[in-house]
């Protein structure tokens, strides 16, 4: 019997390749949305990173012939993102945020804060003080380290504290601090939110927390169940962790400080629920309404206990 005929035979540009993949991703109707919003992005992303090319411009290659281990290659990835609905991220091995790369696999979410947005190209809406006054920052709920390593770059002079509850989701992060040669200014921390740094204070306190209601995680696509639910879960109304937050953040902040919270569309929810904080919300390019910002005044003072 002979060996029925492979893609990888026929198919010889980068072109080929794009039009083979968003014919087998709409087929198989993929959801989308881990740094990509289509079957088209999503081909060009995943050809790109296997072909070790720049993700932002696919333009100059698509007349580009591959050779016959390319082609296996690409192949290969497009036929697991079909098979395995896993995210393309977790194929390729690096997700990207400003045009920074990280690593990422199935220990961490994908990461796409629209903090990482505001750190890399806005950065100023995040503090009242110049950056070089910018002395610590902590990550809440820091996944695979990105928003860390990015505010690190942004505020030279800033240590950063980068604390999750998850110890693989570190182990994941602590590659990405080392790829960036940051272990001297980023601390990984295990701990639930504050409680292994009761005692320290924060110019900037930055946190993509879970903020996904319960109802929303039972009904995932498989791609996004392919994340640890973990990273996903605010509990009823997706808001566990947000309050959790807002009530003791004040005690962390310096004064002047400043705290930043992504929570998706639960902005009314946010506002109705605290309807005395000064919430002011941070558009960016792709959200709008999604991130607050608060500063350390504005937030409620810790009870006595």
């Known amino acids: 019997m002979s060996t029925p005929p492979s893609p990888a035979d026929d198919l010889l540009t980068v ?35 296997t072909l070790h090319l720049d993700i932002d411009d696919l333009d100059p290659w698509l007349d580009a012939r591959l050779t016959a281990p390319e082609r296996q290659a690409v192949h290969r990835v497009i036929d697991q993102r079909v098979t395995t609905r896993k995210p393309a991220s977790y194929i390729t091995g690096a997700a990207y945020i400003a045009g920074h790369r990280f690593h990422v ?8 804060s629209f903090i990482g947005e505001l750190l890399a190209k806005d950065s ?8 070089w006054r910018i002395n610590r920052i902590l990550d809440l709920c820091t996944g695979s380290g990105c928003l860390a390593i990015l505010a690190a770059l942004e505020f ?22 080392a790829n960036y040669e940051l272990d001297d200014r980023v601390r990984l921390v295990e701990s639930d939110l504050f409680k292994a740094i009761a005692n320290e204070r924060y110019d900037i306190i ?10 929303a995680v ?14 996903h879960l605010g509990g009823d109304d ?34 109705a629920d605290f309807p005395d904080l000064p919430f002011v919300w941070l558009d960016t390019e792709g959200s709008e309404g999604e991130v607050f910002s608060l500063p350390a005044t504005g937030l409620p003072k810790a009870k006595a206990r």
């Not at 100023?124 to 950056?131: I, K, M, R, W």
């Not at 930055?206 to 109802?215: E, H, L, M």
């Not at 696509?221 to 994340?227: H, K, N, S, T």
């Not at 997706?238 to 953040?249: E, F, N, P, T, W």
């Open 206 to 215: 930055i946190s993509n927390p879970p903020y996904v209601t319960s109802d």
């Open 156 to 177: 030279p002079n800033a240590t950063v504290d980068a604390v999750d509850i998850s110890r693989d989701a570190l182990d994941v992060a602590r590659i990405n601090v």
């Open 105 to 112: 696999d199935e220990r961490v979410i994908v990461p796409r």
């Open 15 to 49: 072109r080929d390749w794009l039009r083979y993949a968003v014919s087998r991703f709409n087929e198989a109707k993929l959801v989308y949305g881990h740094g990509t919003d289509s079957a088209l992005d999503e081909a060009a992303f995943m050809i790109l990173s």
């Open 218 to 231: 039972a009904a995932f696509p498989p791609e996004y169940q392919a994340e640890p639910q973990l990273a």
């Open 238 to 271: 997706g808001l566990d962790l947000v309050r959790r937050i807002l009530k003791d953040a004040r005690a962390h902040l310096a004064p002047g400080g400043n705290l930043i919270v992504e929570v998706g569309q639960a902005n009314e929810a946010v506002e």
């Open 124 to 131: 100023q809406s995040l503090t009242a003080a110049e950056p």
